[in-house]
């Protein structure tokens, strides 16, 4: 991409948050800005969202955004939850597509041309699942559980909805409120609005460097309740046109 390309509105908004991911994020924010720079032919931003980390990932972010301008970074005064990192992005983003990304260094970036791409008149949000997943035997099972239960509850089949390589029609996220979890149900909200979803297989990395935020029996006592939720909110959503008579 040429630098007139880069300095022009952004068509994509890459979002990323991230908390205490100072010894990863800078080969992540590097690596991402390459893969886009040779994988997208549309101007893009990544929006960086440091969600109150108590190490250096504000600064290490400040540091690669002003080597390379395609980011930039907002940090919050407190660790308020990747929900909320996520409505600050999405606040924030000024591209008509919106990707969600992981900065813990397991997703890859080359996927994030393979979802936007899939995005179009027929698939308004593209998500991606990890059919060959790099992490341990428990972590795997508990999210296959998590996913089954979720589908089962929400009559979905959504595949991996703990993977965080997604793209959106900027319009089905503008107008989310950001409860604590609300980026579980990303595709919910999108069928809810009477969008359509496509998935597709993306790659995944095993951790290299710093810690999980989440264990299985933390994430299921969070969920259990956000699930039924959801469900409620499902059978009383409403979605109607309009057309103007005079």
């Given at each position: 991409?040429?630098?007139l390309?880069?300095?022009?509105?952004?068509?994509?908004?890459?979002?990323?948050?991230v908390?205490?991911?100072?010894s990863c994020?800078?080969?992540?924010?590097e690596e991402?800005?390459?893969?886009?720079?040779?994988?997208?032919?549309?101007?893009?931003?990544v929006l960086?969202v440091d969600?109150?980390?108590?190490d250096?990932t504000?600064?290490?972010?400040?540091?690669v955004?002003?080597?390379?301008?395609v980011?930039?970074?907002?940090?919050?005064?407190?660790?308020?939850g990747q929900?909320?990192?996520?409505?600050?992005?999405?606040r924030?983003?000024?591209?008509?597509?919106i990707?969600t990304?992981?900065g813990?260094g397991?997703?890859?970036?080359?996927?994030i041309?393979?979802?936007?791409?899939?995005?179009g008149?027929g698939?308004?949000?593209?998500?991606g699942?990890r059919?060959?997943r790099?992490?341990?035997?428990w972590?795997q099972?508990?999210?296959?559980?998590?996913?089954?239960v979720?589908n089962?509850?929400?009559?979905e089949?959504?595949?991996?909805?703990?993977?965080?390589?997604?793209a959106?029609?900027?319009?089905?996220?503008r107008?989310l409120?950001?409860w604590?979890?609300?980026?579980?149900?990303?595709a919910?909200?999108?069928?809810?609005?009477?969008g359509?979803?496509?998935?597709?297989e993306?790659?995944?990395r095993?951790?290299?460097s710093?810690?999980s935020?989440?264990?299985?029996?933390?994430?299921?006592k969070?969920?259990?309740?956000?699930?039924?939720?959801?469900?409620?909110?499902k059978?009383?959503?409403r979605?109607?046109?309009?057309?103007e008579?005079?």
């Amino acid at each position: 991409m040429s630098d007139l390309e880069k300095n022009a509105l952004p068509h994509v908004s890459v979002v990323v948050p991230v908390f205490n991911e100072e010894s990863c994020l800078q080969s992540v924010l590097e690596e991402m800005t390459d893969a886009l720079d040779k994988g997208l032919d549309c101007p893009y931003e990544v929006l960086v969202v440091d969600d109150g980390s108590t190490d250096q990932t504000a600064r290490v972010a400040a540091a690669v955004a002003a080597r390379r301008p395609v980011v930039r970074v907002f940090s919050h005064s407190r660790n308020v939850g990747q929900s909320y990192a996520f409505h600050t992005g999405f606040r924030n983003a000024r591209g008509p597509v919106i990707v969600t990304f992981d900065g813990d260094g397991q997703n890859v970036p080359t996927d994030i041309p393979r979802v936007v791409a899939g995005l179009g008149p027929g698939c308004d949000c593209c998500i991606g699942y990890r059919a060959r997943r790099r992490d341990t035997f428990w972590r795997q099972f508990g999210s296959r559980l998590a996913n089954g239960v979720r589908n089962a509850v929400l009559g979905e089949a959504i595949r991996d909805t703990g993977c965080s390589v997604k793209a959106f029609k900027a319009e089905f996220l503008r107008d989310l409120l950001p409860w604590n979890g609300m980026h579980r149900f990303f595709a919910s909200f999108v069928t809810m609005q009477e969008g359509r979803v496509s998935q597709i297989e993306v790659d995944h990395r095993s951790r290299q460097s710093g810690v999980s935020k989440y264990t299985n029996w933390g994430r299921l006592k969070r969920t259990i309740r956000d699930l039924f939720g959801v469900k409620w909110l499902k059978s009383r959503m409403r979605v109607c046109g309009a057309v103007e008579l005079r």
